[in-house]
T-cell receptor, first 108, second 115 residues
Framework: GQNIDQPTEMTATEGAIVQINCTYQ??????LFWYQQHAGEAPTFLSY????GLEEKGRFSSFLSRSKGYSYLLLKELQMKDSASYLC?????????FGSGTKLNVKP | DAGVTQSPTHLIKTRGQQVTLRCSPK?????VSWYQQALGQGPQFIFQ???????QRGNFPDRFSGHQYPNYSSELNVNALLLGDSALYLC??????????????FGSGTRLTVV
């Protein structure tokens, strides 16, 4: 089976840094994606990790440890527009297994 | 360059009816996958089409079926609708098996409400 866990909800302050964790147990693994999804909209791509380590992309960074089945998404210099759900997804042969998402609330 | 296009954007159906949702993949993509996203949940994989055939399937009943046309566009059909089928249905297009996952793109989805 596939099991992907993320916290349900987090709150952070504008300008701060927040880390969203994701743990997974899947029967196969090709890579791990992070998507951002605003309410009522499609998920949009943020990052992709296939090897262990940190991938940095502007204000967003994502880390992967395949041996631990663990990833995190780091958001720096939070902005109000970062309020959204963040989805962790493991891919196995082009099939995505999503976590339930973490709703991030950014407060002034 | 158009991304993934889905139609309709919203739909209301009655229990027991049938529905067809449509998806046009991003230019250059030949694989289409469908996902169901219930409110407050992550998307759940329904099935994937490549070369007009269903290649992979998630844990969904046979009431959910699909089709892919030679131009790579795809349809999702749901028969005998249940209240629990109410969800956002997402289409994603990308590269086929064995190729790079990186280019997967999601459409804006069809919001289906069953009453």
């Amino acid at each position: 089976g596939q099991n992907i866990d993320q916290p349900t909800e987090m709150t952070a302050t504008e300008g701060a840094i927040v880390q969203i964790n994701c743990t997974y147990q899947t029967s196969g693994f090709n890579g791990l994606f992070w998507y951002q999804q605003h309410a009522g909209e499609a998920p949009t791509f943020l990052s992709y990790n296939v090897l262990d380590g940190l991938e940095e992309k502007g204000r967003f960074s994502s880390f992967l440890s395949r041996s631990k089945g663990y990833s995190y998404l780091l958001l720096k210099e939070l902005q109000m527009k970062d309020s959204a759900s963040y989805l962790c997804a493991v891919t196995n042969f082009n099939k995505f297994y999503f976590g339930s998402g973490t709703k991030l609330n950014v407060k002034p | 360059d158009a991304g993934v296009t889905q139609s309709p954007t919203h739909l209301i159906k009655t229990r027991g009816q049938q529905v067809t949702l449509r998806c046009s993949p991003k230019s250059g993509h030949d694989t289409v996958s469908w996902y169901q996203q219930a409110l407050g949940q992550g998307p759940q994989f329904i099935f994937q089409y490549y070369e007009e055939e269903e290649r992979q399937r998630g844990n969904f009943p046979d009431r959910f079926s699909g089709h892919q046309y030679p131009n790579y566009s795809s349809e999702l059909n749901v028969n005998a609708l249940l209240l629990g089928d109410s969800a956002l249905y997402l289409c994603a297009s990308g590269a086929p098996l064995g190729r790079e996952n990186y280019g997967y793109t999601f459409g804006s989805g069809t919001r289906l409400t069953v009453v």
